[in-house]
């Protein structure tokens, strides 16, 4: 069944973008996507700009985007990948809770946030929620 109506099936990984400015963040995030076999890396943007034009050429099923960039920062991002491929999921991602940015970015279409400090296995359960989430507004089941 189509999760997000892009390419989910249940056999098949939810499609992921990673977008943060921290390359050593990027990494370990990757490196956590790779432990699981929901989860397909489709590839990394440094900046919100970057992950404008990642999108168009692969579109995700949802992007973990940092909040706090040079340039476009997230919320910024958010706006434009959302405006382009409305079926994606934008989770925001940030080390400041109850930073006012957080709401910026959930008024701007994001569906959840993640803090950075927060247990790999449980940033995992987090994504797998907002895409359980995502699913069940478009009336699918993942």
Known sequence: MLL???HLVTDQPIRILIVDDHAAVRRALAELIATTTDFELIGEACSGSEALQLVDRYPP???LMDISMPG???VEATKGILAKHPASTVVVFTS?????????????????????????YEIL??????????ASAVGREL
């Open 4 to 6: 997000l109506g892009v």
């Open 61 to 63: 099923d949802m992007v």
């Open 72 to 74: 476009m920062d997230g």
């Open 96 to 120: 400041h809770a109850g930073n006012a940015r957080i709401v910026d970015a959930l008024e701007a279409g994001a569906s959840d946030y993640v803090l950075k400090d927060t247990d790999p």
């Open 125 to 134: 359960a987090q994504l797998r929620s907002a895409a359980r989430r995502a």
